[in-house]
């Protein structure tokens, strides 16, 4: 159980244009996702944090205009990368959580992206 | 808000010895501890984790002890095996987060045959 996945695992795309990725937890409901950055050999960075039907979270720093989020089920949530430059390659991972008062979360397999 | 320091960044033993991760936090109010590896170019997985109403956890070969008063909390890695070779990221969460988890820097653990 828990099982959370991401598409597409990479991507490559030019610099200008946009990148959607997928985050759908597959065997349970999530009422609450986080996405995460993270770059070569260095820990993990809370972007946002998403929650089913409201407006996402973002951390400080956080262009949240640049990283669209969205949480439109229970199960699926969606980053996209607007206008995405050389710097925003990096490796996206995903976490959902199952409701109120669980803390346990549990990751997806991240999406490597590179934007030349 | 919280703020996680991991020691020590990188970890090499022998197989078959123990590995131990330390970790500390700030934020008195945290009360969720995971641990999780990181194999390269994948996700982390959850490895265990521990509440602050409980002092020590235990899973097979391997443990997580606690000391809330100090702060800090450890993983243990007994009978270590080369597959045991990742980075284990240490986090914390206060209640009053939101459930965001603080992240440690993260230890590359190697472990040779």
């Known amino acids: 159980g828990a099982v959370v996945s991401q598409h597409p695992s990479w991507v490559i795309c030019k610099s200008g244009t946009s990148v959607k990725i997928e985050c759908r937890s597959l065997d349970f409901q999530a009422t609450t996702m986080f996405w995460y950055r993270q770059f070569p050999k260095q820990s993990l960075m809370l972007m946002a944090t998403s929650n089913e039907g409201s407006k996402a979270t973002y951390e400080q720093g956080v262009e949240k205009d640049k990283f669209l989020i969205n949480h439109a089920s229970l199960t699926l949530s969606t980053l996209t990368v607007t206008s995405a430059h050389p710097e925003d390659s990096s490796f996206y991972i995903c976490s959902a959580k199952s409701g109120t008062g669980k803390q346990t979360q549990y990751f997806g397999p991240g999406t490597r992206l590179l934007v030349l | 808000g919280e703020n996680v320091e991991q020691h020590p960044s990188t970890l090499s033993v022998q197989e078959g010895d123990s590995a131990v991760i330390k970790c500390t936090y700030s934020?008195?109010?945290?009360?969720?501890f995971p641990w999780y590896k990181q194999e390269l170019g994948k996700g982390p997985q959850l490895i265990i984790d521990i509440r602050s109403n409980v002092g020590e956890k235990k899973d097979q070969r391997i443990a997580v002890t606690l000391n809330k008063t100090a702060k800090h909390f450890s993983l243990h890695i007994t009978e270590t095996q080369p597959e045991d070779s990742a980075v284990y990221f240490c986090?914390?969460?206060?209640?009053?987060?939101?459930?965001?988890?603080?992240f440690g820097t993260g230890t590359r653990l190697a472990v040779r045959p």
């Open positions: 934020d008195s109010a945290s009360n969720y």
């Open positions: 986090a914390a969460t206060p209640s009053s987060s939101g459930d965001k988890l603080t």
